[in-house]
T-cell receptor, first 112, second 114 residues
Framework: RKEVEQDPGPFNVPEGATVAFNCTYS??????FFWYRQDCRKEPKLLMS???SGNEDGRFTAQLNRASQYISLLIRDSKLSDSATYLC?????????????FGRGTSLIVHP | NAGVMQNPRHLVRRRGQEARLRCSPM?????VYWYRQLPEEGLKFMVY????????ESGMPKERFSAEFPKEGPSILRIQQVVRGDSAAYFC????????????FGQGTRLTVV
C-alpha cells in the first residue's frame, strides 16, 4: 500500500501561535485528501477536506500541491482545545477501489 | 441520524478465545472500512466491504482474521484464537460512496488480550 508521511512532532506551541503541518504522499494518482483530528483514545473526526484550490474554515486552512505531492494544514491563533493529533488522509485507488490511507499523525500541544 | 455504532466499546479476551467486533454504519452508507490502531501508532487499513462483498482485504492478516458485511445486520470483524499482539483499538468507518469521499468513524472497540 502506498505511503502517507507526516512529521510525528510533537509540535509544542503557545496559545495564539500559528502552526503548520505538512504531509507527503507517494502516489501521484491519489484522488481525495482530508485532514482528520484524533483526540487521545477517541475516534478520528473529519476536520476538513483538501481541494486543489485550497480551502479555509475559520482558523484552519488546507492546501494541496499535486505537483510536489504534499498537503498542508495551517492553524492560526491556536487554542488550548486544538491540542490533538492531526491525521493526513489520502485516498488511493487499489484494485479498482479507493481506500482512505492514513498517515501516522502529527501531535500538537498548545500550552498557556 | 445516528452515527457509526460499534460494540462492544471494550472487550477483554483470554489468549486463544475468539473476539467478535460489530459495526453498524450510518444510515444510507453501504461502504465499511475496518482499521486497527496499536498504541502510539497510526491507523492501519485492514479491510473494505460493501454489502455482502469483501472488496479489498489486503490489510488483513492471512490467518485468524475475517470480516463480513451481511445483507442484514452489522459488519463483523472476527478474530479467532486471539494473541496478546491483537490488543489494539479497532475502528470502523462508513461512507456513502467509495473512499474518494470522507469516512465517518465509530468510537472504536478496544480489545485487550490477557
Amino acid at each position: 500500500r502506498k505511503e502517507v508521511e507526516q512529521d510525528p512532532g510533537p509540535f509544542n506551541v503557545p496559545e495564539g501561535a500559528t502552526v503548520a503541518f505538512n504531509c507527503t504522499y507517494s502516489n501521484s494518482a491519489s484522488q481525495s485528501f482530508f485532514w482528520y483530528r484524533q483526540d487521545c483514545r477517541k475516534e478520528p473526526k473529519l476536520l476538513m477536506s483538501v481541494y486543489s484550490s485550497g480551502n479555509e474554515d475559520g482558523r484552519f486552512t488546507a492546501q494541496l500541491n499535486r505537483a510536489s505531492q504534499y498537503i498542508s494544514l495551517l492553524i492560526r491563533d491556536s487554542k488550548l482545545s486544538d491540542s490533538a493529533t492531526y491525521l493526513c488522509v489520502v485516498s488511493y485507488q487499489s484494485g479498482g477501489s479507493y481506500i482512505p490511507t492514513f498517515g501516522r499523525g502529527t501531535s500538537l500541544i498548545v500550552h498557556p | 441520524n445516528a452515527g457509526v455504532m460499534q460494540n462492544p466499546r471494550h472487550l477483554v479476551r483470554r489468549r486463544g478465545q475468539e473476539a467478535r467486533l460489530r459495526c453498524s454504519p450510518m444510515k444510507g452508507h453501504s461502504h465499511v472500512y475496518w482499521y486497527r490502531q496499536l498504541p502510539e501508532e497510526g491507523l492501519k487499513f485492514m479491510v473494505y466491504l460493501q454489502k455482502e462483498n469483501i472488496i479489498d482485504e489486503s490489510g488483513m492478516p492471512k490467518e485468524r482474521f475475517s470480516a463480513e458485511f451481511p445483507k442484514e445486520g452489522p459488519s463483523i470483524l472476527r478474530i479467532q484464537q486471539v494473541v496478546r499482539g491483537d490488543s489494539a483499538a479497532y475502528f470502523c468507518a462508513s461512507s456513502p460512496m467509495e473512499g474518494n469521499t470522507e469516512a465517518f468513524f465509530g468510537q472504536g472497540t478496544r480489545l485487550t488480550v490477557v
